[in-house]
């Protein structure tokens, strides 16, 4: 009875998506219009080729998938030579005055990722050694983060990365987290800066630098770490390196292995516990002492690094501490329990801890509450308003919206719907091979519904995907490990499943490549509006700008009305230096500060403004509006790259006035 329920449910499995995606689009059409119908059309993408790969690939049977002891392909090597190349040649481009290190990381990705992966899915076809697997995999991941870092002088990502330099170089300097700002809940929290602050005295590096690196390392470690769980979990050689190659084609792991800021730190560091927890569990009489005192050093990194880690952490360790027990209770045996004491440790310790330092507790109501308040949806890039000074306001285009299913997001989007829908449809038709990773899988399951991406954006749902992502890995390494061992003898069977897992593994990276403007200049899956890229980094030029521009207003006691970007550039060197946005009315600026803080590259992307904490306003300036406004009002400082202007009599451009 329960075989013939899965048969028909496999028979009418990709129909009945399929009708689902169309229904969606229907909807979306009706509710959000014709733009937002249509840019939804990659969940009907999506299911269309997964079904495509399913019934036009061979998949193997699990049981006819040999041990991975065989000898390593000579033409492995290949994989390293594209990694090692690629770093390189970014390397002297960022070296050399004459060449584009941002263009030659462009070809990394879209090139040299492509050919690396469908390198590395031949040989698992050929049972190539997992741990010679595993190398290549970690070394593709690593192209992406160590190019970023070396292609851009400055990455700040969404804004956190100056500040915690900056705290960091106070820790450096005065020898003591206690100096970090009380203001902030990083004087609470300061095992990141600590850290980093280590590294930097250790090796010499500088704060930033220091970061940077151990966030990659931190995140080639993660990938190890999902291996090992997998190969605690299972009895096969192929998922465990499935899940290591899942983890490394998820968008958010790329992000956060160079946007290193405390909770990503804080995820690597949960992981490593709950590795733990499940090897304790399988090794019994090892006993909860050495278990605890293992995972005792890490705990108490925890209770001082991150808060919020905690909170998104929580329901996540329910469901695998419960789902073992439901499992039994229902008569399915096999799945496999973790040891709780640490992971009870660090969660009890935590809420001891803001209990008693009176920290954190009343922030996190504060920020529930204003979540509840507003329906938990944030503005985002897809529904933040647009105002223009002397540029023209690009309009919503029909032509746009079918083009925007041709960009890296909805590329992105269409195969992680595409492996979705694989991955469930496998777990159904044979759950008993995944019967020990039950737990996970459900973690994964739930997961994948903050993991794609949607025209509504709620509150703070970037930083639950990073808590989710190695679960979700195990779901994704559930298809890849049918599709993987190819049988080259037709391209037209294989062809659509090595596709699949090039396309996903390279548009991940290329996802999170947010530094690289010309690749995400649109039209974008959930842009209304075609606009340029906001920044991500900033050049040496502006960063010594901000520098000398904070000690002029520290100097002079001056309140400067600026960008979002530019205050987060200041906060690298002043933390506490008083800004705020600034208004644009009547075609001109307005603002309650005394000077307006002004950067040349305004004119080459998106202005961000942030009158609230959680919505923002796009702003577009041209290059003559931004022209006139600098030589016709007061410049009050420049350094070439960055200046300080007030208003003039006539007020044209700017009004430093209190707005009414």
Same mark, same amino acid.
């Given at each position: 009875m329960v075989v013939e329920a899965r048969r028909l449910a496999s028979h009418y499995y990709f129909p009945t998506l399929l009708v689902v995606a169309i229904i969606a689009m229907v909807t979306a059409l009706e509710v959000l219009g014709p733009i937002a119908s249509i840019k939804s059309g990659y969940l009907f993408l999506g299911v269309l080729f997964a079904s495509v790969v399913y019934y036009g690939h061979e998949v193997t049977p699990p049981e006819q998938v040999r041990s991975g002891r065989g000898v390593a392909p000579y033409y492995g090597q290949v994989v390293l030579g594209v990694v090692a190349l690629a770093i390189a040649a970014v390397a002297a481009a960022a070296m050399l005055p004459f060449a584009d290190a941002t263009t030659v990381r462009t070809g990394a990705i879209v090139v040299g990722l492509p050919?690396?992966?469908?390198?590395?899915?031949?040989?698992?076809?050929?049972?190539?050694?997992?741990?010679?697997?595993?190398?290549?995999?970690?070394?593709?991941?690593?192209?992406?983060?160590?190019?970023?870092?070396?292609?851009?002088?400055f990455y700040f990502g969404r804004g956190d990365i100056p500040k915690h330099v900056r705290f960091t170089e106070l820790v450096t300097t005065t020898g003591t987290w206690r100096i970090i700002p009380e203001a902030t809940s990083y004087h609470s929290f300061p095992g990141l800066q600590t850290l980093v602050g280590s590294v930097s005295l250790l090796s010499g590096l500088s704060e930033y630098d220091s970061l940077v690196t151990v966030g990659i390392i931190t995140y080639l470690i993660v990938v190890v770490i999902a291996y090992l769980l997998a190969d605690l979990l299972f009895d096969d050689w192929l998922l465990p390196v499935c899940v290591a190659l899942g983890v490394t084609v998820l968008s958010p792991i790329h992000r956060y292995s160079v946007y290193f800021f405390p909770q990503s730190l804080s995820v690597?560091?949960?992981?490593?516990?709950?590795?733990?927890?499940?090897?304790?569990?399988?090794?019994?009489?090892?006993?909860?002492?050495?278990?605890?005192?293992?995972?005792?050093?890490?705990?108490?990194?925890?209770?001082?690094?991150?808060?919020?880690?905690?909170?998104?952490?929580?329901?996540?360790? @329910?469901?695998?501490?419960?789902?073992? %027990?439901?499992a039994d209770r229902c008569g399915f045996e096999g799945v496999r329990r973790l040891k709780i004491l640490s992971l009870g440790a660090w969660i009890g310790g935590s809420v001891a801890y803001w209990i008693l330092g009176g920290v954190f507790i009343q922030s996190l109501i504060s920020a529930v509450?204003? %979540?509840?308040?507003?329906?938990?949806?944030?503005?985002?890039?897809?529904?933040?308003?647009?105002?223009?000074?002397?540029?023209?306001?690009?309009?919503?285009?029909?032509?746009?919206?079918?083009?925007?299913? @041709?960009?890296?997001?909805?590329?992105?989007?269409?195969?992680?719907?595409?492996?979705?829908?694989?991955?469930?449809?496998?777990?159904?038709?044979?759950p008993?091979?995944?019967?020990?990773?039950?737990?996970?899988?459900? %973690?994964?399951?739930?997961?994948?519904?903050v993991m794609i991406r949607t025209p509504i954006d709620v509150h703070g749902l970037?930083?639950?995907?990073?808590?989710?992502?190695?679960?979700?890995?195990?779901?994704?390494?559930?298809?890849?490990?049918?599709?993987?061992?190819?049988?080259?003898?037709?391209?037209?069977?294989?062809?659509?499943? @090595?596709?699949l897992v090039v396309l996903v593994a390279t548009s991940g990276s290329a996802y999170a490549a947010d530094d690289l403007y010309g690749l995400h200049s649109g039209p974008d899956l959930w842009e209304t509006r075609t606009t340029p890229e906001t920044q991500k980094e900033f050049s040496s030029a502006e960063m010594g700008g901000f520098q000398l521009a904070a000690s002029f207003a520290d100097r002079n006691d001056l309140r400067l009305g600026t960008d979002w970007n530019s205050e987060i550039g200041l906060s690298r060197y002043r933390y506490d230096l008083p800004t705020g946005s600034f208004a644009v009315e009547e075609g001109r600026i307005r603002t309650d500060r005394d000077v307006i803080m002004y950067r040349q590259r305004w004119v080459d992307h998106s202005v961000r403004l942030v009158p609230e904490r959680r919505s923002f306003i796009t702003l577009l300036i041209s290059n003559e509006w931004f022209d006139r406004m600098v030589g016709a009002e007061n410049k009050v400082y420049t350094t070439g790259d960055i200046g300080m202007i007030g208003d003039n009599p006539n007020a044209t451009y700017v009004e430093t006035t209190d707005r009414p």
């Open positions: 050919v690396g992966y469908t390198v590395l899915v031949l040989q698992v076809g050929e049972q190539a050694p997992s741990d010679w697997l595993l190398t290549q995999i970690l070394a593709l991941f690593a192209l992406d983060p160590i190019t970023k870092v070396l292609s851009t002088d690597g560091l949960v992981l490593v516990v709950i590795l733990a927890a499940y090897r304790f569990d399988a090794v019994p009489e090892a006993g909860d002492g050495n278990n605890l005192l293992v995972a005792f050093p890490i705990v108490v990194a925890l209770w001082f690094t991150h808060h919020l880690t905690t909170v998104l952490f929580a329901p996540v360790v @329910l469901c695998l501490v419960a789902v073992p %027990v439901i509450g204003m %979540v509840l308040s507003q329906g938990g949806v944030s503005d985002t890039d897809a529904g933040a308003p647009v105002v223009s000074l002397g540029a023209a306001v690009p309009e919503p285009l029909i032509d746009e919206a079918v083009l925007s299913l @041709l960009s890296v997001g909805a590329v992105y989007n269409v195969t992680l719907v595409c492996v979705f829908s694989l991955s469930a449809l496998l777990l159904l038709r044979d008993n091979r995944y019967r020990s990773s039950a737990a996970i899988l459900t %973690v994964g399951l739930l997961g994948t519904g970037a930083r639950t995907q990073l808590v989710v992502s190695v679960f979700v890995a195990f779901l994704v390494a559930v298809t890849f490990s049918r599709l993987l061992p190819l049988s080259l003898g037709s391209i037209k069977t294989t062809g659509p499943a @090595l596709l």
